[in-house]
């Protein structure tokens, strides 16, 4: 919502000066924001659990994804990253093809891409024929014993070059993954919050019958304070508190992030920040476009909301 945003600033400020404590200790602000982002989401996502980081979320979201499907092996797209840590460097193509290497758990797909990828706008079916791609990897997994906890994807995949998935992909590919005992997880890290314009979340743009299993999300959350979240069914989050061993993180959810999430969604909504990105994003994207008749060197101008791609060719 910008930098150093007022309300922002005041909300860290007041609360600050009453109380910052770790979350074993009931505190309101912990409640009304669960409370406050429970109705962005659809309603099945209704356990929060709140960390410090994306790379947090999402490296909690793994072990939630196992520990509820009791499988072990994970699908992503290539060029994919998903954070900083060692199990989600594991997970991330764009990192680990230049360190050790891909480990036998770790299943990459190509990415759906209309523009550069394998399967183009001139294909009859690209939808099938993406989603087709991970059902065959779950295939060959399957062969060699392995079995899958989840696919693993950004609900825009942003460090593989901005792509915009096609309608429809999500479903089938949730389908093929549900199959197969797994789960899907949208990483919405770097795309969530409004930032798509028409939609609070970016996996809403596959369509009002697509639901992730669990959402991650980070970054913008806070506005610049460490803040994230990872939301879930009741079912996932039941069979990660069976084991006994509680999630605890001892600054995650405190009265001062709270506070200051609480303050980055009213400021969204205050200043109409869903309708500005859709507003500056068209505008933006129309400018490119001109760009494009000129120069051949651009070759696909895509996006939406505030989620804008120029991909160069020579």
């Known amino acids: 919502v910008g930098h150093c945003h007022p309300d922002i600033v005041k909300a860290a400020h007041e609360q600050n000066q009453l109380l ?3 979350s074993r200790y009931l505190h309101d602000n912990l409640v009304d924001y669960a409370e406050r982002l429970s109705k962005t989401l659809p309603e099945k996502l209704c356990i929060f659990h709140f960390l410090n980081s994306g790379s947090e979320a999402n ?11 009791k499988h072990e092996d994970v699908i992503v797209l290539d060029h994919a990253y998903h ?7 594991d997970i991330s193509p764009y990192k680990f093809r230049n360190l050790e290497g891909q480990k036998e758990w770790v299943h990459v797909v190509p990415v759906p891409d209309t523009y550069r990828g394998l399967y183009r706008e001139d294909h009859e079916d690209a939808v099938t024929a993406y989603a087709d791609e991970v059902k065959n990897t779950i295939e060959r997994a399957h062969k060699r014993g392995r079995k899958i906890a989840a696919f693993f994807v950004e609900s825009l995949p942003s460090v593989g070059g901005q792509i915009i998935p096609p309608a429809g992909y999500f479903q089938k590919v949730a389908e093929h993954v549900h199959k197969a005992g797994g789960i899907f997880i949208a990483d919405e890290i770097q795309v969530g919050f409004g930032r798509v314009g028409k939609h609070f979340w970016a996996f809403q743009l596959q369509g009002e019958d697509f639901i992730p299993d669990i959402v991650t999300m980070g970054k913008p959350i ?22 006994g061993v509680e999630y605890f993180n ?36 129309k400018i490119l476009k001109e760009q494009q008749i000129k120069h051949p060197i651009i070759g696909d101008v895509r996006g939406c909301g505030l989620f804008i791609g120029v991909d160069l060719i020579k």
């Open 250 to 285: 001892t600054f995650g959810g405190n009265p001062v992030s709270c506070a200051i999430g609480l303050a980055v969604l009213d400021v969204i909504e205050k200043e109409h920040l869903q309708a500005h990105a859709t507003e500056v994003g068209n505008f933006l994207m």
């Open 222 to 243: 806070g506005n610049g304070h460490p803040l994230a979240c990872v939301a879930t069914t009741k079912e996932i989050a039941e069979a990660f508190a069976a084991t």
């Open 83 to 89: 954070g900083h840590l060692t199990s989600l460097i």
């Open 20 to 22: 910052n404590t770790n």
């Open 59 to 69: 490296d909690l979201a793994l072990r939630l994804a196992r520990q509820y499907t």
